[in-house]
């Protein structure tokens, strides 16, 4: 089945610094999704990505949507510790017979040092 | 306030013994799946339902069952839990603008934990 490559898998930062992450296929996705995860939660939307080429931005964060609508990227600008948490792509095709599925990467582990 | 409620939180069980985790979302979404998130996997999906009565498979269907008969509920059936069955489990609810348009209004639950002796 489709896969989602998700990398780093972790990252251990100093507060401040920015962050990037990023998401790739073998196959193309009609939308991408950003999610964090908080520890003994279920994972909240960030942002959502709708056609290549897009840039989104969400207070500090910023996603894009590649061209080849293969992969995506996920920036964090100024990390603060509240940053914390796991990261995950989601990637949904259109294709015939699979228009409910939505495939996750493995997730980005964020750490953020004060 | 919009929510996805999951109920039991926690549950450990033995195999074998049937068992169900509900489901439930109150902003009468179209949408709705079941997921299980394994360390190191990432969320990886087990059923998902377009609409009432309208269900389909995920990446790793087998062992479970759904259904959907109303709008605001997605149950998730184990008929003979096993051992590898231990996760972590989500449900989601997602707003469609379309057949297969996601839009940003989604919420998961809070989670339902699952461990088969």
């Known amino acids: 089945g489709q896969q989602l490559n998700q990398s780093p898998q972790s990252m251990f930062i100093q507060e401040g610094e920015d962050v990037s992450m990023n998401c790739t296929s073998s196959?193309?996705?009609?939308?991408w999704l950003w999610y964090k995860q908080d520890p003994g939660e279920g994972p909240v939307l960030l942002i959502a990505?709708?056609?290549?080429?897009e840039l989104t931005s969400n207070g500090r964060l910023t996603a894009q949507f590649g061209t080849t609508r293969k992969d995506s990227f996920l920036n964090i600008s100024a990390s603060i510790p509240s940053d914390v948490g796991i990261y995950f792509c989601?990637?949904?095709?259109?294709?015939?017979?699979?228009?409910?599925?939505?495939?996750f990467g493995q997730g980005t582990t964020l750490q953020v040092k004060p | 306030e919009a929510q996805v409620t999951q109920n039991p939180r926690y549950l450990i069980t033995v195999t074998g013994k049937k068992l169900t985790v509900t489901c439930s979302q109150n902003?009468?979404?179209?949408?709705m799946s079941w997921y299980r998130q394994d360390p190191g996997l990432g969320l990886r999906q087990i059923y998902y339902?377009?609409?009432?009565?309208?269900?389909d498979k995920g990446d790793v269907p087998e062992g479970y069952k759904v259904s959907r008969k109303e709008k605001r509920n997605f149950p998730l059936i184990l008929e003979s839990p096993s051992p590898n069955q231990t996760s972590l489990y989500f449900c989601?609810?997602?707003?469609?603008?379309?057949?297969?348009?996601?839009?940003?209004?989604?919420?998961f639950g809070p989670g339902t934990r699952l461990t088969v002796l």
């Open positions: 196959s193309i996705f009609n939308t």
């Open positions: 339902s377009m609409n009432v009565e309208v269900t």
């Open positions: 989601a609810s997602i707003k469609v603008v379309s057949p297969s348009g996601f839009t940003d209004t989604q919420y």
């Open positions: 902003m009468n979404h179209e949408y």
């Open positions: 989601a990637g949904q095709s259109r294709g015939s017979g699979n228009t409910g599925k939505l495939i």
């Open positions: 990505l709708y056609k290549a080429g």
